[in-house]
């Protein structure tokens, strides 16, 4: 199976300083259970997505683009031309714009299926399809078969990236692709005004609106709204025991006892 | 500011009182823009509160006489039954698209009402585009409904073509999706179908303009309000103000797309492994438990995952992941479950946002008790195995 993993040039969460994206170097962990896999970037530089070789990529392709320019019809160029199966992108960027929309347009551009947050990939039982488990909210998940071509966003919840070897990051290679760009009609973009980002509290859930203190406090320890709860004082064991599986029932957390509907 | 200067000459100048022989002067007359003097007695007329029985003062009230009488404790003011809000031809439509998991709306979802309904201004409607029936959207905030008809089943790009071919049918001003791992995707799909651009995880709506964090939240980008939003969770309050009518809006079925997604398995969480900030129902023990055997064994039965108070925690009893509260896991479950729980307020506030629990405690007047949707004042040590015997019982009862 080919697989391409995309590589975009993402800033340390707390330094600030150039980085991998920790979503993309799982995602080679990924690459390595599927075939054999390369690296892809486009932008101007290519030495801020070095750090992948040394995180078990051998190789990584690099189309030059401008700083800020759009990098998907030139992504969409290079993989057109190499046709992989898999390709392996993070869900959302890390100090870029921070969309998460390059793995969708470029899906888009190749005809692929789009399967979000992935945390385990491997061939199917037969050529031609593979088999995807997705994380759902709440720990559950989801078994996906599909047909090739498809493109992974990873999702955190996915195996650790594996260590850094130094040693494979001075042999591994970056080979420059010089790509004629193509003349697709960009996304018409939004004009933003950008100035530093300024915290802002979060909205309290319940909280009245010019409340007091003691007010708040009871809306961040959730109290308030279960002021007439159904308190049952000293029952009978197995009557409060019904009752509770009553209670879970109704809320729908319990299933509800065999034999019923 | 700077107090204006006093000027003695004039005023006494003022206060002269004329056709005396000698100058004579009034100096008790205050000149014009002074400070009026107080009368306590009016005032405490003014703030007495009618209707009780005993004198009470609404000090509240200062100076003024008041407009109306305070209402009394005894009986008060009925509010005025909320009356549906019928929009008959709004100018312009707003969508939502709600996750609605499990069919019903997370308080996420509702925020996107607000979001709407301040981008709808006084003249647009607000639609909610649903998969499934919704009896709350009136109440949410929906001028209209819409029924989004798709397969059965995991296809995420048969729900983004309709929602796609609804924007233009109804040509939808804006469309707001959660910014969650479905409403997320699902927005994203929409973007490059219909070839719009996407303005992400929007954390402050007005009418006029929407912000974003982006570079990992080191700049914020501010713009007018795009077509496709996606908006984060807790940023803007939900909807408050009176029912909509969330009147059926007709559509035409589109066609599904082909769809490459051979099968979709959707696997439950084991509720042993699932990390505690994720579980759906979490059943936790305090220093009221002393039997932890049965306390795992009624987790287990339940299919809840196992949480502790501090207390169990710090004496070794339960692994520290086990730990709710401020200084372990806040939790986003639906069901809490606290047998022997105090409900402390570093506790309390890991349960902050748990929409149900249940407690059981032998004090009735616990915090936790207090705090409960269901509360059972006994002790934990009889309820746990009355509950691992009443589940046994009803599998007995169908075997
Ligand atoms: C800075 C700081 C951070 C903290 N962070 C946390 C935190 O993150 N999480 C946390 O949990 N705590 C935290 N605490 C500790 C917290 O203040 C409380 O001490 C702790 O939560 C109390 O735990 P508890 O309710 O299990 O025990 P207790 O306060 O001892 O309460 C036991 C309860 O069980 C009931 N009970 C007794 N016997 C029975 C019985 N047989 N059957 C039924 N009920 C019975 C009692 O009536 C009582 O209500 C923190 C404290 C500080 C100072
Ligand atoms: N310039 C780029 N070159 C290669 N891959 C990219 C580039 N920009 C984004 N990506 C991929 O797309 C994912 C989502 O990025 P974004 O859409 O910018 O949030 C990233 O995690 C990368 O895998």
Redesign the pocket.
Known sequence: MKVAVLLSAGRHPVSGRGALPRLEAQAIRLAAALGSARGLHAGPDADVVAEALGRGLSQIDHVALAAGADPVPALAAVLRAAAPDVVLAGRRGQGGDDTGLVPYALARALGATVIPDVVAARPGSEPGVIEVEQALPKGAARRVVARLPVVLTVHPAAPEPSAFAFGQARRGRIERLDVAAPAEPAAAAIAVAEKSYRPRPKMMRGAPAGGSAADRLKAATGGGEAAQANVMVSPEPREAARAILAYLRQIGVLAPPPGAG | MTRARRDPRAERAAAALPGAARARFDLFARCAGGRPRRDPRMEAAAQRVDGAARLRLDRAQTGRPAAAPAPSRAEPAAPPAPKTIVMAAPAFLVAVVPDLAAGRLSPHDRQLFGAARTLAGADGGVIALAGAEGAELGPAGADRTARLAGPEGYAPDARAAAIASTMAALNLRHVIFPETPDGGDLARRVAVLAGEPLFADVEMVSAAALMRPAQGRRVEQRAAPARLITLAADAVAPYAGAPREARDEPLEPSAAPASAILAAERIPADPARTPLALADFVVS??????DLETFRAVAAALGGTPG??????DAGLMPREA??????TVLSATCYLA?????????L??VAGCEHVVA????LH?A?IERAGLAIV????V?MPALIEELARERGAFA
């Open positions: 023990a305090g220093n009221g438990v002393t502790a108070s501090r207390v169990l925690c730990q709710v509260g401020a200084s372990g047998l022997g729980i105090a409900g402390a307020p570093q506790h506030q890991g059981v405690n032998t004090d616990a936790m006994q002790d934990a040590q309820v």
